[in-house]
């Protein structure tokens, strides 16, 4: 249940600390007295977007804070671990702050949360029930939701969005496939005659820098070789070669075995030397001979680099290796085309099958509506009867529908209100008085379902009086029984029935204006349901029939 509210800075309030109570509280107070204001703020722990103009003062943030008893909500539990939102198994406190910048920051548990996260956790602690939100009662939304609650349809839910999805999922990779296929099919004839151009260019890996450097070679042959014939002559030559001039050392070193050490082993490096110089020379040798000067090679390396060249250009590649990786690829595409039937088939056995399972969790899903919607159908009826709706009927139809997120059903609720009428859709036939009674009804009918702590009312009864606002008084007091009820009223009938009753005013300092909530007392909410009864002259009368009020609560 909602413990405690703190709310500061917001607003008109400069500082609110309530707490709250088990059972049936009611909010009371004039008309503009703030009663909107609070709910304001507490819809900031809801997810409602945060507006700077609500921050009073501009030195200081708006703080709102919820404190919630949570000791027996399995359900939240295993949302917040499953969401790794710290836990707290007595208490779980909400919180929101608003800098005067317009920075929004949110708590759970005093660990900063993602305003999405806040919202998830919220929305398992508190309903809050707006005027506006009477008009809900009319949605598909809506109505299959509260079908989906009777049934305890939150599991199957769960399993059969994520086989729904599955199947989304199957249907759009067979979608993908056949668009690429037909694109392929479209390309089919172009992409094989490019695949025959390169085929027959006959590629291979790094085939075009050594067509390049034989063809640089020859290009500078003749350079090429005036520069081999100087090195090979430089190297061994009988006048004065390296190979001679190492010999001619080798043999002066004969007579200088007196001064030279056995362990320098001059004559041994000596030859090492001559023996590699001879092995180069050879070598240079070797290739001058190879190097021809056959006007017909350059032409055909021409040919082929220019060959390499222009398909490149054609295909916006970079070089060769570049067109055979392109090559493998229209390989592989036309592969992949020749056996694109397997592959489609393939798909559409795994659509089919993730349909037929997703149908399968529909229709359980759909079997448990029909149950729920037959059983709640009669006992809404029922339960509105006694709020001025005696000749209601209501009916609500559970028609099959094309697969979504939702399952495989539409939800309507038909009702007349009237005899002889006929079963019409709820929105296009409800007063806003009728929508607000048959609100409650649904809402006391599926409290013990809503597994929340707390749900609040905003002027749920507005529109009715005398009997009927005595009936929706007993019957949120009989909510009260399963779940912490707060409602705001302006009628004594509601306001009699709560267990505990606030009052929220206005009050001037000499500045400005500030919004207040007080617990009454016994005394204080006779007086105050006085009020309520006879305006602003409290009589004997008025207080004798609040007394009456408050002692058959």
Not at 158 to 173: H, P, Q
Not at 255 to 284: F, M, N, P
Not at 316 to 338: M, N, Q, Y
Not at 413 to 434: D, I, R, W
Request: proline fraction near 3%.
């Amino acid at each position: 249940m909602l413990e405690s509210l703190h709310i500061s800075n917001y607003a008109l309030i400069d500082l609110i600390d309530i707490r709250f109570h088990e059972g049936f509280n009611v909010i009371t107070g004039e008309t503009g007295a703030g009663k909107s204001i609070i709910l304001g703020a507490l819809s900031l722990l809801l997810g409602s977007r945060a507006d700077t103009r609500v921050v009073t003062n501009p030195d200081a943030k708006s703080v709102i804070e919820a404190v919630f008893t949570v000791d027996d909500y399995p359900s939240l539990k295993d949302f917040c671990i499953r969401e790794d939102i710290e836990w707290d198994d007595e208490r779980c406190i909400l919180r929101r702050e608003i800098s005067p910048a317009g920075r929004s920051r949110a708590f759970v548990n005093d660990s900063p949360v993602p305003l999405a996260k806040l919202r998830e956790v919220s929305l398992h602690l508190i309903d809050i029930h707006s005027q506006h939100q009477n008009q809900l009662l009319a949605t598909p939304e809506f109505q299959l939701d509260v079908i989906d609650t009777l049934a305890s349809n939150s599991v199957r839910l769960r399993e059969y969005r994520l086989r729904f999805n599955a199947f989304r999922e199957a249907v759009k990779r067979l979608k993908i496939m056949k668009a690429k296929i037909e694109r392929a099919r479209e390309d089919e004839e172009f992409t094989r005659y490019q695949l025959e151009q390169l085929d027959d260019l006959n590629l291979q890996p790094g085939e075009q820098p050594e067509l390049e450097r034989e063809r640089d070679v020859l290009n500078n042959l003749g350079a090429i070789k005036s520069a081999l014939s100087k090195a090979i002559s430089t190297l061994d030559s009988d006048e004065g070669g390296a190979l001679r001039m190492v010999e001619l050392a080798s043999e002066a070193c004969e007579d200088l075995d007196e001064v030279l050490d056995a362990s320098d082993d001059i004559s041994g490096r000596l030859e090492s030397v001559r023996i590699e110089i001879s092995d180069i020379a050879s070598t240079l040798s070797a290739i001058d001979e190879n190097l021809g000067a056959d006007p017909s090679t350059l032409d055909a390396i021409e040919e082929r680099l220019s060959s390499i060249y222009s398909l490149c250009h054609k295909h916006h590649l970079p070089d060769a290796d570049a067109l055979i990786e392109f090559r493998d690829g229209l390989r592989d595409k036309l592969r992949a085309l020749d056996s694109s039937g397997d592959a489609i088939e393939e798909l559409e056995r795994d659509a089919r099958r993730a349909k037929a399972l997703a149908k399968e969790s529909a229709m359980e899903i759909s079997a448990a509506r029909k149950e729920a919607a037959e059983k709640f159908g009669k006992r809404l009826a029922e339960v509105a009867m006694p709020l001025g709706m005696k000749n209601l009927r209501c009916e609500i139809r559970v028609s099959p529908a094309d697969m979504s997120a939702t399952g495989m059903d539409e939800v309507e609720f038909m009702v007349a209100f009237n005899k002889n009428q006929p079963l019409m859709p709820v929105g296009a036939t409800a007063s806003g008085g009728e929508i607000s009674r048959l609100m409650l009804s649904i809402k006391s009918i599926i409290a013990s379902s809503m597994q929340l702590p707390s749900i609040i009312f905003d002027e749920i009864d507005t529109g009715v009086s005398g009997d009927v606002a005595n009936r929706m008084g007993a019957m949120m007091l009989d909510i009260s029984k399963n779940i912490q009820v707060t409602t705001i009223t302006h009628l004594p009938q509601v306001a009699s029935k709560g267990a505990h009753q606030y009052r929220v005013y206005k009050e001037d300092d000499e500045n400005s204006t500030h919004t207040r909530i007080a617990l009454l007392s016994e005394e204080e909410r006779i007086r105050s349901i006085a009020a309520m009864l006879g305006g602003s002259e409290i009589d004997d009368a008025a207080i004798a029939a609040a007394k009456s009020l408050l002692a058959h609560r």
